[in-house]
């Protein structure tokens, strides 16, 4: 889900690259000294995981874990996927550097709402604690998605159709995520609770 290089016009770059800095800036202050290993352990299995890659018709579709990242870090998760998308394209060419903010605010900006929104379920409950990682995991692609395709159409008009194909194809991701969301908090509560916000 990385917008490359020389899609996006200037203003489209130009805002995405002012949200993403005050999301990091402030995801930087959130930052605690003992969240810095959790931050650097997430950001690295958000890493990962956007490496292996999936065609899906046109488009070509990945795991991203933002749902988890998001779900653990809260606004931290600015910081953390920033520094995954920098190595990314640094080190694979996957979006590119003039697109780095856009790209950031893609996939952190999901990230941060569904951690307000979803973790109060957890530790209520087994049930609850997977309803709610699943619904971290969905939503956060969903909202990635839309976000890429408002940043596409707010670039031209005529990429509506591209993002229309683009959500589609990431419907199957979104329930995968979902899915894997559900079970990484719901192990993560069991053995590691330290890691989950609300039971700090």
């Known amino acids: 889900m990385h917008i490359s290089e020389g899609v996006l016009s200037g203003p489209v770059l130009a805002a995405g690259a002012v949200i993403a800095i005050a999301g990091t800036t402030i995801g930087l202050k959130k930052i605690d000294y003992d969240q810095m290993v959790h931050v650097a352990i997430l950001a690295s299995a958000f890493f990962v995981a956007s ?9 070509s579709v990945h795991l991203i874990l933002n749902g988890v990242v998001g ?7 600015f910081p953390a996927i920033l520094t995954a998308l920098v190595l990314q394209s640094l080190f694979f060419q996957y979006g590119g550097l003039t697109a780095l903010g856009v ?8 990230a941060v709402l569904v951690h307000y929104l979803f973790l109060p379920l957890l530790g209520k409950s087994p ?3 997977f309803v709610g990682g699943f619904l971290a995991g969905f939503f956060s692609i969903a909202l990635s998605s839309l976000l890429m395709g408002i940043a596409l159409w707010f670039t031209n008009e005529d990429f509506l159709k591209t993002c229309i194909a683009i959500i589609s194809a990431h419907v199957p991701v979104m329930v995968i995520e979902g899915i894997i969301t559900g079970f990484c908090v719901s192990f993560l509560l069991k053995v590691y609770p330290e890691i989950i916000p609300q039971k700090k």
């Open 51 to 59: 490496l292996i890659h999936v065609n899906i018709g046109p488009v």
């Open 127 to 129: 049930r609850l604690t």
């Open 103 to 110: 790209n950031a605010v893609i996939m952190a900006a999901p």
């Open 71 to 77: 779900l653990l870090l809260g606004l931290a998760a």
